[in-house]
């Protein structure tokens, strides 16, 4: 009798021992932890769920749940009724949970887990409650859902301005060009060579602004949704080697050697893309090569076609991108350097939209660059 009493005392101390730990464990888990019996009174209670509550443990203990918080009633009565009906547990996701503390209302919101605790015939025995409140969380999203919005706004913003104001200068820079070309023909009277020097500098400064008007208006169209290709049976070759030849005087003019490789007159690179957007693609990509190389330094142009592709790469000497501006040069507005590229001209959209163009026609384009050693921009096709 004794030994069995002493056993009985042990295993007694053991699951004393275990219940204080399962004890701790609860107090401590990081979250909401309760159970109700059959008629919704708080049996077990865990500080981290009284604290939720702004009530505390000894408030809530052998009270009914309704009546330590009336305001759930209305929404949590039928579902506790339907869990205890049918052992059915139900879970939820950001609910809004509202109550009053002291009379004040709290404005929360939960996940949590409701679930049936049956015994072993298969009765309900009382309802396990698993809540973690995640208020902030809510409104860190609701914040960044708001953001999101003003971005969208502001994004929208920027393309009604684009597309407006690409339209109002179109008209003046077609005078500005129109007078410049009746000056240097001598309309108004025989040039002097300072003035003749004057009139190309205007024919310049125009045909640059012409093109940031352009790629604005280009820019309106994709942001709208309106833009569309006009695919030709194109030799690409003719395509590369036009494009390459319009940007001569601009590598002669800032001392930079450029160069075609690659391409073989016998043997056509035929294709069916928009050779006119093929070809701004190849204006964005040359040009920017030539604008970001010092005087001395060297373009080349190469293509290289294969069975059912073409890729064009452009190479360049110049200045160089850092690694962690790759994947933002393509960005509309992104500029690697403000200062480099106001100094240049532009408006930090001709590698949004040659992505754009290219991706239109299924290709792909990318970069590889090192700082202070040069850039290689390129694209494929299929043909």
């Known amino acids: 009798m ?40 708080f049996r077990k209670v865990n500080a981290t769920l009284a604290k939720f509550l702004g009530l505390t443990v000894e408030a809530m203990l052998g009270r009914r749940m309704f009546d330590v918080l009336p305001e759930t009633r209305e929404y949590y009565g039928p579902l506790m009724e339907q869990l205890l009906r049918t052992g059915e547990p139900f879970r939820a996701v950001e609910a809004p949970f509202s109550y009053t503390v002291n009379g004040v209302p709290m404005e929360t919101f939960w996940d949590f887990t409701y679930m049936p605790i049956v015994s072993r015939d298969g009765r309900p025995e009382g309802v396990l409650v698993l809540n973690h409140e995640v208020s902030e969380r809510v409104a860190s999203q609701r914040q960044l859902r708001e953001q999101i919005t003003r971005l969208k706004a502001l994004d929208q913003l920027k393309a ?4 407006a104001a690409s339209h109002e200068l179109r008209t003046p820079l077609t005078s500005i060009k129109g007078y410049a070309e009746f000056l240097e ?46 695919p030709l049976r194109t030799d690409l070759g003719k395509v590369i080697e036009q494009e390459v030849a319009s940007l001569r005087p601009l590598a002669q003019e800032k001392q930079v050697v450029l160069e075609l490789r690659g391409l073989v007159p016998s043997v056509p690179l035929v294709a069916t893309v928009d050779p006119l957007r093929i070809g701004q693609v190849l204006l964005n990509l040359v040009g ?5 190389t010092p005087a001395g330094g060297h373009v080349a142009v190469e293509a290289k076609g294969d069975a059912g592709s073409l890729r064009v790469e452009v190479r360049d000497t110049g200045i160089g991108i850092p690694a962690d501006c790759h994947e933002r040069v393509f960005e509309k507005f992104y500029q690697v350097n403000p200062s480099s590229t106001r100094e240049h001209g532009g408006a930090g959209l001709g590698l949004a939209i040659s992505k754009a163009l290219v991706e239109a026609h299924g290709g792909e384009i990318g970069l590889h660059s090192v700082p202070g050693e040069g850039s290689t921009f390129w694209f494929a096709l299929t043909v």
């Open 160 to 163: 009604d301005f684009l597309n």
């Open 288 to 292: 920017n090569a030539i604008k970001f």
């Open 2 to 41: 004794e030994t069995q009493l002493a056993a009985l005392r042990t295993e007694l101390a053991e699951s004393r021992r275990e219940c204080a730990l399962l004890d701790r464990m609860i107090a401590h888990v990081p979250a909401g932890i309760a159970f109700l019996d059959t008629d919704l009174v």
């Open 185 to 230: 023909d001598g309309v108004g009277g025989q040039l002097t060579p300072t003035q003749r020097d004057h009139v190309y500098q205007i024919q310049a400064g125009t045909q640059r602004l012409r093109r940031i008007v352009d790629d604005m208006l280009d820019f309106a169209r994709l942001e709208a949704g309106v833009f569309q290709l006009q």
